[in-house]
């Protein structure tokens, strides 16, 4: 092949989904084409993180392409691996798999790899590299030395290097001749790194001089000085060291994981237990969304969340603070909460969220679980401080951590390599992933795969620390929901009213009357049943959201297993006939009421006095206070007022569920580095590359492709959501009409790849690029027939 350029333009496209899967990051965004692609595929970012993903015998046969000379040949790579003929082809295939290798005959690193790893296998460079440095007048004093005799016929310096290499290919006698204790410095840096510190490195030292181990290693050439500071091992002294080895101790494969004791019929056990966790999860993340949705916390100045705001979820979830702070971040990054604005934001559910409660438990779940998993936040830094002792809120900048996806996925990979009924703990999961990935240890990694344990258990994904079928689903990227669905209880419609005002919920309830229930009766205790208690407090707070007592009644009933408890409809008709009596206004505030005895009491009622009400007429009191402070003044006495609009009609105070705008409603896709992109986001790039490739061949612009005549599609929302996942299973294109932001309609022909947080992601054929559309802009959909061109079956 001419360049590496070309040996990707020759790929299949499978081959170059293959590529794109192992590194998603080099589509992000989608390059013009495949000179692009070669270009980013070399960078240094790029290649960093390719080489980040390698097993360890997957790195070793690289840098053993760097080592060996060149052309490489197969035979002498297995040799210098040590390995199993089979075991090296499959790392040779994983190597140009990922786009880090190339050429069939001769295999060579692809461009930018040697450049990231300085000291393959632990060698420094070749004699005629690290000594290149040196002047000519101290290397011929070099080859003098170790000769006995002055270099005659050497003009300049590399012929001198030359004679110096043939010098050192044999160094078992000069190394003798070194000493025993340069010896022994020598074996420091025999299997890397190949560099050492000393002082003044540079000074000038001969045979005859050299007093120190370090003096007598430079004046026979076994050390070379890069630097006032710094020498260097040359690459055929540390391999004659080594015996001819390139690696100490290489495995073709890991060690078998450490499991606990297997114990047999645990499967059922670690269903049930990780379905729990699934639906715990759910009804967690519903219930804080909801809270947020009415009371929303403010967005701090720096970004994230206040501690207040996250003790005080907690609190209301009766979880701990990284709990609640892992439901939030989950929430985040499954598209149901945003920030509003930019300024004095608030925390709010998106319009996502509204979608995401028409889903049952078991959808809901997989998009919460999909979400954590290819999160790029680590929940668990919540409350730490970073490196510059500022405190690291949740939701906030600084729990983005780049390995934080990979090293979920990694873990539960090893935990799904695990024999069933013996799972794998924390310490066999980070020594299968110090082999797996060698280049990603340290102390972040070694927290991130506790955290990925402890969070996997609260979520769902795992029971008794095994990875549950469902969880294994998510992984692989298969659908979840029919592995989980059999495992959750099925929602009920029904409760039990009892005469002492609480009512029992025998399961989950269906959305609507979960809803309706939680405005209108306060949660007791939850567990395998809920109980909820009616209070004047809680009928109060219904009738404030616009509820009237006959629909309150109607509610209950309809969906009570036994009648209506007298108790219960007397609490309701009395609250409500007492509810709204007093109307409160702003002249800054007034009191209004079609009963002048009642204002009399007030008036004679001392603990009134802090209201500073004055009679305006036999049914109006006036008050310097606002609205707010005398509604709550007056309900203080044990009055039930309500607030009036200036018009006379009531003001619902309880304040409707906010939502924040989502973000930009179509964008060029952007995959984070590290994210787990499906196929057919693959599939999508694929195709925008060869277009690319074929406009720069032709030097003109891709032909597009033209939507259909006639004005955009419309159907109902929930209809075209349907349509929209229908085309995804089924691999179809769809005319879509799309709203822009100036409120403009337009055409598009989409493959759709995925519909997930509230937006459709695809290949937009009229744009010839991969791009996201946010599905409230969506104004319906019609599919098209094979052709797409032509509309068949619109809504």
Excluded: C
């Excluded at 003798?176 to 840096?189: E, I, T, V």
């Excluded at 929430?331 to 509204?354: I, K, N, V």
Aim: aromatic letters at 4%; hydrophobic letters at 45%; proline letters at 8%.
């Amino acid at each position: 092949m001419e360049s590496y350029a070309d040996w990707l333009r020759a790929r299949d496209d499978e081959s170059l989904r293959t590529l794109l899967s192992a590194r998603p990051e080099l589509i992000a965004p989608v390059p013009a084409d495949l000179t692009a692609l070669a270009a980013r595929a070399a960078t240094p970012a790029a290649i960093s993180r390719a080489l980040d993903r390698l097993d360890r015998f997957a790195l070793a046969t690289l840098e053993a392409l760097l080592v060996l000379p060149r052309p490489v040949r197969i035979t002498a790579l297995r040799t210098a691996l040590g390995a199993k003929p089979a075991d090296v082809d499959a790392a040779l295939a994983t190597l140009r798999a990922h786009g880090l290798a190339w050429g069939a005959r001769s295999p060579q690193a692809a461009p930018g790899v040697r450049q990231a790893l300085p000291y393959p296998a632990g060698l420094g460079p070749p004699v005629t590299e690290v000594f290149a440095t040196y002047s000519r007048d101290r290397l011929a004093a070099l080859v003098t030395d170790l000769t006995g005799e002055e270099p005659r016929g050497f003009a300049d310096a590399g012929a001198l290097l030359t004679r110096l290499a043939e010098l050192l290919a044999a160094p078992g006698a000069l190394i003798g001749d070194a000493g025993d204790d340069a010896r022994a410095a020598l074996g420091a840096l025999v299997w890397g790194p190949p560099v050492g510190r000393v002082a003044d490195a540079r000074r000038p030292v001969r045979l005859d001089t050299a007093t120190t181990p370090i003096e007598r290693l430079l004046a026979r050439g076994l050390l070379a000085a890069e630097d006032d500071r710094t020498v260097t091992l040359p690459r055929e002294i540390a391999l004659h060291l080594r015996g001819g080895r390139l690696f100490q101790d290489l495995s073709a494969r890991p060690e078998p994981l450490t499991t606990a004791p297997p114990r047999p019929g645990r499967e059922d056990a670690v269903v049930r237990t990780a379905a729990g966790e699934a639906f715990t999860a759910v009804r967690l993340t519903e219930e804080l969304l909801e809270r947020w949705g009415l009371e929303p916390p403010p967005v701090l100045r720096s970004g994230g969340l206040a501690v207040r705001d996250l003790r005080a979820a907690a609190t209301l979830l009766d979880v701990e603070e990284w709990h609640a702070a892992l439901l939030a971040e989950t929430a985040f990054a499954a598209g149901l909460l945003t920030r509003s604005g930019d300024l004095d934001g608030e925390w709010l559910p998106t319009p996502a969220y509204d979608l995401w409660l028409m889903r049952d438990v078991a959808g809901r779940w997989s998009e919460l679980a999909r979400g954590w998993l290819r999160s790029d936040r680590a929940a668990g830094l919540a409350g730490e401080r970073d490196d510059r002792d500022r405190l690291i809120n949740a939701l906030s900048e600084g729990m983005v951590r780049g390995s934080a996806s990979p090293v979920r996925r990694a873990v539960l990979a090893v935990l799904g390599d695990a024999p069933p009924g013996a799972p794998a703990d924390a310490a066999a999961v980070r020594t299968r992933l110090a082999w797996l990935q060698p280049r990603r240890g340290g102390p972040l990694r070694d927290r991130l795969v506790g955290w990925t344990l402890r969070e996997a258990a609260v979520l769902g994904v795992t029971g008794f620390g095994e990875l549950a079928p469902f969880g294994r689903d998510v992984l692989n990227g298969d659908d979840p929901e029919p592995a989980l669905d059999k495992h959750l209880p099925e929602p009920v419609d029904k409760v039990l009213l009892q005469a002492d005002l609480t009512a029992i919920a025998p399961g989950p309830l269906v959305t609507r009357l979960a809803r309706e229930l939680a405005l209108t009766a306060d949660v007791e205790s939850t567990g395998g049943a809920t109980v909820y208690r009616f209070t004047p407090a809680s009928v109060r707070r219904a009738l404030d959201a616009g509820r009237t007592a006959d629909e309150l009644r109607d509610l209950l009933a309809h969906h009570s297993a036994t009648p209506l408890p007298q108790p219960l409809a007397y609490l309701i008709d009395d609250v409500a006939r007492r509810h709204g009596h007093l109307r409160v206004g702003a002249l800054t505030s007034y009191v209004r009421t079609d009963t002048p005895a009642t204002l009399d009491e007030i008036l004679a009622d001392r603990r009134a006095d802090a209201l500073r009400l004055h009679r305006l007429a036999p049914t109006v009191l006036a008050s310097a206070l606002g609205r707010t402070e005398l509604l709550d003044g007056l309900r203080a006495l044990g009055l039930a007022p309500v607030a009036e609009a200036p018009g006379g009609g009531v003001i619902v105070t309880r304040p409707d569920a906010q939502r924040a705008d989502p973000p930009p409603s179509t964008e060029i896709v952007r995959v984070r580095p590290g994210a787990d992109t499906d196929p057919g986001m693959i599939a999508a790039a694929v195709r925008a590359l060869r277009a690319g490739d074929e406009a720069s061949r032709l030097g003109a612009e891709h032909a597009r492709t033209g939507a259909p005549g006639g004005d955009p599609p419309r159907s109902p929302a929930l209809a075209t959501i349907d349509l929209l996942r229908g085309a995804v299973d089924r691999g179809t294109r769809v005319w879509i009409g799309y709203l822009d932001q100036q409120g403009q309609t337009s055409s598009r022909i989409v493959e759709p790849v995925r519909v997930e947080g509230g937006f459709l992601t695809g290949y937009d054929a009229t744009r010839a690029a991969v791009h996201r559309f946010a599905l409230h802009r969506i104004t319906g959909v019609a599919e098209l027939a094979d052709g797409g061109g032509d509309v068949g079956g619109g809504v």
